[in-house]
């Protein structure tokens, strides 16, 4: 039988923060659909960073959730591109602070990039 990949999706951190913080968001469902192996999650050290600030300043209480999501074997963390792929993305990206998230999506060569952002 063959076996058909999953979709790999990069969470940024508004995507990831979502996830976390909100039992009713999109990024929820994806969240539990990578724990049940449906999806596989990819998530940047950057983005680790950034969400746990973002959680600490607004949504403390889903701290032990983030932690006990990140220890889970359903998300994969992968370092932060170097200096040159990111200013190669940041010509394919019209908000330059995003650029070293798309650099690292790019270089993993995830299937989807999954943020609210426009």
């Given at each position: 039988?063959?076996?058909?990949?999953?979709?790999?999706?990069?969470?940024?951190?508004?995507?990831?923060?979502?996830?976390?913080a909100?039992?009713?968001?999109?990024?929820?469902?994806?969240?539990?659909?990578?724990?049940?192996?449906?999806?596989?999650?990819?998530?940047?050290?950057?983005?680790?960073?950034?969400?746990?600030?973002?959680?600490?300043?607004?949504?403390?209480a889903?701290?032990?959730?983030?932690?006990?999501?990140?220890?889970?074997?359903?998300?994969?963390?992968?370092?932060?591109?170097?200096?040159?792929?990111?200013?190669?993305?940041?010509?394919?990206?019209?908000?330059?602070?995003?650029?070293?998230?798309?650099?690292?999506?790019?270089?993993?060569?995830?299937?989807?990039?999954?943020?609210?952002?426009?």
């Amino acid at each position: 039988m063959h076996q058909v990949a999953k979709p790999d999706l990069f969470f940024d951190s508004s995507a990831l923060f979502a996830g976390i913080a909100s039992s009713t968001s999109a990024g929820r469902v994806l969240l539990q659909l990578a724990e049940a192996r449906v999806v596989a999650i990819t998530v940047s050290e950057q983005v680790i960073v950034e969400t746990e600030r973002a959680l600490a300043r607004r949504a403390a209480a889903a701290l032990p959730f983030f932690r006990q999501a990140l220890r889970a074997s359903h998300i994969r963390i992968v370092r932060d591109p170097a200096l040159v792929q990111v200013l190669a993305a940041r010509n394919l990206i019209g908000h330059e602070a995003d650029a070293p998230i798309l650099a690292a999506a790019m270089q993993v060569k995830t299937d989807f990039l999954v943020t609210l952002n426009r």
